[in-house]
């Protein structure tokens, strides 16, 4: 199933994040995704390394690519925030998430 990816969110963006870091995921989710969107040891490394800008305005987080302006992602969650940008850099703006994955969240 597709989901656009500004609304990816826990199991679904994490195992987004993985594809991204060509991480293998069994499917069933049983435990051995990283857990990029919450885990800042798992998340900061790709912010920094992929140069992710992340500013917060008005309790919303605001994550961006310097060299892809139309690329913003909100999130009350800066590391769901900056997730789903890394996402959306490399995947598009829609992700096709796995059947097992849709019915988790």
Same mark, same amino acid.
């Given at each position: 199933m597709k989901i656009k990816t500004g609304e990816?969110?826990?199991?679904q963006l994490d195992w987004a994040v993985a594809q991204c870091e060509y991480v293998s995921v069994?499917?069933?989710f049983?435990?051995?995704c990283p857990? %990029?969107?919450t885990a800042w040891a798992q998340g900061g490394p790709i912010i920094e390394r992929e140069g992710i800008s992340?500013?917060?305005r008005n309790g919303d987080w605001i994550a961006s690519y310097a060299g892809f302006p139309s690329l913003p992602y909100f999130s009350y969650?800066?590391?769901v925030s900056?997730?789903?940008c %890394?996402?959306?850099s490399k995947l598009g703006d829609e992700v096709e998430i796995p059947a097992e994955l849709v019915e988790v969240e």
């Amino acid at each position: 199933m597709k989901i656009k990816t500004g609304e990816l969110s826990g199991a679904q963006l994490d195992w987004a994040v993985a594809q991204c870091e060509y991480v293998s995921v069994r499917y069933g989710f049983d435990d051995n995704c990283p857990e %990029y969107s919450t885990a800042w040891a798992q998340g900061g490394p790709i912010i920094e390394r992929e140069g992710i800008s992340l500013e917060c305005r008005n309790g919303d987080w605001i994550a961006s690519y310097a060299g892809f302006p139309s690329l913003p992602y909100f999130s009350y969650e800066p590391l769901v925030s900056a997730m789903r940008c %890394y996402v959306a850099s490399k995947l598009g703006d829609e992700v096709e998430i796995p059947a097992e994955l849709v019915e988790v969240e």
